[in-house]
T-cell receptor
Framework: SAVISQKPSRDICQRGTSLTIQCQVD?????MFWYRQQPGQSLTLIAT?????????ESGFVIDKFPISRPNLTFSTLTVSNMSPEDSSIYLC????????????FGPGTRLTVL | QKEVEQDPGPLSVPEGAIVSLNCTYS??????FMWYRQYSRKGPELLMY????GNKEDGRFTAQVDKSSKYISLFIRDSQPSDSATYLC?????????????FGTGTRLLVSP
């Protein structure tokens, strides 16, 4: 498995501002992902963070709203831009280990509230 | 129709009970099945990983897959208050490279002392 940390663990933000969430893994991993978890709903994949290239976004998510960086094999950031109350959610990063199955290991999450 | 259906609960049981958590799915291509446990204000934690049909046991936990019925189960024996959490099923079509995981909504389990 892998040890994954996220910063911040929670934040309360004003409408129209942006928040950058950091994800750090204790070992090099091939795949890193960002999910959103809203109350009563499934985990929804936002995008796959690709090292050294642009992230791959799922349907319904765009780079202008959720820019992602992955400068190396152990670190990624997700920015939630121009926030509205509808962006209030838990944001989770996950990793898939090199040479492993497609099981994913999750970070503790960032609880975001937008006022 | 959602690809993966899971009763949200809550499911309330007394300590020591046998718990059965279930998911149904519609995509017959799913071959890999996972159960995650998520405590309040924590990230999901991988509990069990199974391939195709059959059973897999790990301590008090047993994962069961019935592909003919498109139905998977997680059984918890001798349930403990520490098992109180939300249990999410997840599944994918393959195990090499990146295969998108499809999650259920999660079932909230409450085990009372």
């Amino acid at each position: 498995s892998a040890v994954i940390s996220q910063k911040p663990s929670r934040d309360i933000c004003q409408r129209g501002t942006s928040l950058t969430i950091q994800c750090q893994v204790d070992s090099q991993v091939t795949m890193m992902f960002w999910y959103r978890q809203q109350p009563g709903q499934s985990l929804t994949l936002i995008a796959t963070a690709n090292q050294g290239s642009e992230a791959t976004y799922e349907s319904g998510f765009v780079i202008d709203k959720f820019p992602i960086s992955r400068p190396n094999l152990t670190f990624s950031t997700l920015t939630v831009s121009n926030m509205s109350p509808e962006d209030s959610s838990i944001y989770l990063c996950s990793v898939q280990l090199a040479g492993g199955t497609d099981t994913q290991y999750f970070g503790p999450g960032t609880r975001l509230t937008v006022l | 129709q959602k690809e993966v259906e899971q009763d949200p609960g809550p499911l309330s049981v007394p300590e020591g009970a046998i718990v059965s958590l279930n998911c149904t799915y519609s995509n017959s291509a799913f071959q890999y099945f996972m159960w995650y446990r998520q405590y309040s204000r924590k990230g999901p934690e991988l509990l069990m990983y199974t391939y195709s049909s059959g059973n897999k046991e790990d301590g008090r936990f047993t994962a069961q897959v019935d592909k003919s019925s498109k139905y998977i189960s997680l059984f918890i024996r001798d349930s403990q208050p520490s098992d109180s959490a939300t249990y999410l099923c997840a599944m994918s079509v393959g195990n090499t490279g990146f295969q998108k995981l499809v999650f259920g909504t999660g079932t909230r389990l409450l085990v009372s002392p």
